[in-house]
């Protein structure tokens, strides 16, 4: 499998194991599942994150999970407001129910928690699991708007996960995603697709983005007059970063983990990539999005 491939991880939180999901051509969640880790292990994807998963979607993916595990599997950390002594409990149950000794990594979801009243007790306990073997790395995940490089310098991470994609290129601009690894911390890129906001046709575009609709139909021009495809290029984008030593997607389906693969084993595209970055504020956090 190729070098590019290799460098890609798969989003568990996707997988419909919480209920969330919905069958697929009348398959349950588990079968599903099962063949997307088939798939994945396969293809030798380097990081499985179970982020997201909680309590019985946990013990489900454990029992689905190809043995032995040849994933990275990287855990989020638990809400730093209920103390170091509930996130290390939470952690070890994590690791229990998945069926790992232990985990190459686990995420703090957001700055905002290193830097609440409890945010020193959790990366001080995060620490001391990881000195225990526990984990390898510890890390934490950040928008844009968090100034993952002031992050980086304060709390030394081992990982930083951060967005960035053909859509969101403002890290990658402007240095920051650069300047981290520069550091020695590993850069996880994920909202590679924007919540796919790439590939939606211009009449299902949400109403708080017609602003950004002007500036997607061109972009999904220019990758067709390029020949290629929105998943092509997305995934060609991503996996082209120097600054990323991994991306992060997420699959509802095994066939749509097979396309995800194939794209990914295909030369990049020869597109024009600055001129593919959008800057509408509102397109970029799909926080603000509304359904």
Request: proline share 6%; charged share 25%.
């Amino acid at each position: 499998m190729s070098i590019s491939v290799s460098k890609l991880g798969l989003a568990a939180a996707q997988f419909g194991l919480d209920g969330g999901g919905s069958a697929v051509r009348g398959r349950s969640p588990e079968a599903e599942t099962r063949d997307i880790l088939n798939i994945a292990a396969r293809a030798r994807l380097s990081v499985l994150d179970v982020s997201g998963l909680f309590g019985r979607a946990e013990t489900l993916l454990g029992d689905l999970l190809p043995r032995p595990t040849t994933f990275r599997v990287t855990l989020a950390a638990g809400r730093a407001d209920r103390g170091p002594d509930y996130v290390e409990a939470e952690a070890r149950a994590t690791l229990r129910r998945i069926g790992v000794e232990r985990a190459d990594s686990i995420i703090v979801h957001s700055p905002s928690e290193l830097f609440g009243a409890h945010g020193g007790a959790l990366w001080e306990r995060l620490q001391r699991l990881k000195d225990q073997g526990l984990f390898a790395k510890i890390g934490v995940a950040a928008h844009a708007s968090d100034d993952p490089v002031g992050v980086a310098k304060r709390f030394k991470p081992d990982i930083l996960q951060a967005p960035a994609s053909l859509l969101d290129q403002r890290l990658l601009a402007d240095g920051s995603l650069q300047r981290i690894a520069g550091m020695g911390v590993e850069v996880h890129l994920r909202s590679i697709f924007l919540n796919g906001l790439l590939f939606l046709p211009p009449d299902r575009v949400p109403a708080q983005l017609k602003g950004a609709s002007g500036r997607l139909s061109r972009v999904r021009r220019m990758i067709a007059e390029g020949r290629s495809d929105p998943l092509q290029a997305a995934l060609g984008f991503a996996l082209s970063r120097p600054e990323g030593s991994a991306v992060l997607v997420g699959v509802n389906s095994a066939a749509e983990l097979s396309a995800v693969v194939a794209a990914a084993s295909s030369p990049p595209p020869d597109l024009d990539w600055d001129e593919m970055a959008i800057d509408d504020p509102v397109a970029l956090d799909p926080r603000r999005w509304v359904a």
